[in-house]
């Protein structure tokens, strides 16, 4: 182990494991520090009766990466699984996302004709040509019922903050359909990989050596004369000891709980878009995979307010913070032999398959 390395790698989240798998395949020798006392990161997954229960919240992997999807496909056989949650609003059910099911929901309508035209006429009243703030945005996209129920009281309670102080591109990831189609993304592959995301990652990691319960940045110095190359998947702000202030995240907290019946909700992922109730969303597990078992596993998702020591996991992505952001990214440039990668390391809202893809990419770089 104290040997030297070519690549030392701060993080076993997927961007550490493919930098990890493609060095070692490349001939150098890695190793990894991983700070929890487990691999994968937030795609970790853990086994609780027979249900691969996704400890960090709900993951589907999806992508329109024909090379990327491969790349997975070498470390897991992918289910396939579709993701379509549903909104919960006060006991009343919508599809999502917004497609023909949810409008023929809210409005009684069977034809996308009538939809649009309902959709163009509440958004007469409230159009904005150039968003400056997510209600605006969602307001020009769907108009004001669907704002109301579907999206208003979810993203105050996701983000903690009003529509109207939230950046406008939150909700653009958000497609509108007039189809009768309710696979939330739009994407050419999609699936879970069957036995769960961290059998995925052991495989990717397969011979390399990882340390667990290490956290670089308390023994930096020490583990710095390690490698000749860094690859850092940590948060930004944290490397530099927030030295120019801390970068805000949202936080989350997650209460699991077994249940003795076989189906509590018929859906993996059910929204729940009222503001009364406190948890966002209720993940039912097995519904990612065959659904089979007499019991259950649920957890339910509250947001929080991300204070320093909470587990880092949404980038807010404020006017702000993106400065911030920036400054922190030329210290990051003037480090000699540290790449920063990854969703905490880039303080970049990405998802599993963005995230392979730039590490493939700063691996052959
Ligand atoms: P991480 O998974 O965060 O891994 C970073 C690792 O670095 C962590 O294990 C951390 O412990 C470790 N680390 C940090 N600092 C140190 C240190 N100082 N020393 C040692 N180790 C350290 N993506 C999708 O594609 N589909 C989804 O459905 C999806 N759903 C999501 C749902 C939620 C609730 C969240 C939060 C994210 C979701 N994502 C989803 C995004 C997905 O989690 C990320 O794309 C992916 O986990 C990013 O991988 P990463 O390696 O960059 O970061
Ligand atoms: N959103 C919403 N209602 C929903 C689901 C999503 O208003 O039922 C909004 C919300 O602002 C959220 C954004 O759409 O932040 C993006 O949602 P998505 O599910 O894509 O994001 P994630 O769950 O990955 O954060």
């Not at 390399?208 to 670089?216: A, R």
């Amino acid at each position: 182990m104290y040997g030297k390395y070519d690549v030392l790698v701060v993080g076993a989240g997927l961007y550490g494991a493919t930098v990890a798998y493609c060095a070692k395949k490349s001939g150098k020798s890695c190793l990894v520090l991983e700070k929890r006392a487990h691999l994968a990161g937030n795609a970790y997954t853990e086994e609780i009766e027979g249900i691969q229960v996704h400890k960090y919240g709900p993951h589907i992997f999806h992508t329109n990466n024909a090379k990327v999807w491969e790349f997975a496909n070498r470390f897991a056989e992918f289910n396939r699984y579709t993701n379509s949650p549903l909104a919960n609003y006060h006991g009343e059910i919508y599809n999502l996302p917004f497609n023909m099911n949810t409008f023929n929901k809210m409005w009684g309508v069977v034809s996308p004709s009538e939809a649009m035209e309902i959709i163009e006429r509440q958004k007469k009243d409230c159009f904005f040509e150039n968003p400056q703030n997510l209600e605006e945005q969602a307001l020009s996209l769907v108009g004001r019922d669907i704002y109301e129920k579907l999206i208003r009281g979810y993203t105050e309670k996701q983000w903690g903050r009003k529509c109207t102080e939230l950046p406008p591109d939150i909700i653009r990831r958000l497609p509108v359909r007039f189809t009768y189609d309710n696979n939330y993304f739009t994407a050419d592959y999609q699936g879970i990989p069957k036995g769960g995301y961290t059998a995925m990652v052991e495989r990717m990691l397969d011979g390399i050596e990882v340390l667990f319960n290490e956290d670089y940045l308390q023994n930096k110095e020490k583990w710095d004369k390690f490698a000749d190359m860094i690859v850092y998947t940590g948060p930004i702000d944290a490397y530099f000891g927030y030295c120019l202030g801390a970068l805000e995240y949202r936080s989350l907290r997650f209460e699991t709980e077994v249940l003795d019946m076989p189906n509590f909700q018929g859906n993996a992922v059910v929204n729940y878009t009222d503001r009364e109730t406190p948890y966002t969303r209720i993940i039912e597990h097995k519904h990612f995979e065959s659904g089979k078992g007499d019991k259950t596993v649920i957890t339910r998702e509250y947001s929080k307010e991300w204070v320093q020591g909470d587990e880092p996991y949404y980038p807010v992505g404020d006017e702000k913070n993106t400065e911030l952001y920036k400054k922190y990214f030329t210290l990051a440039q003037k480090e000699p032999k540290t790449v920063f990668g990854g969703r905490l390391g880039e303080y970049k809202y990405l998802d599993m398959d963005a995230v392979t893809e730039r590490a493939l990419l700063v691996f052959r770089n």
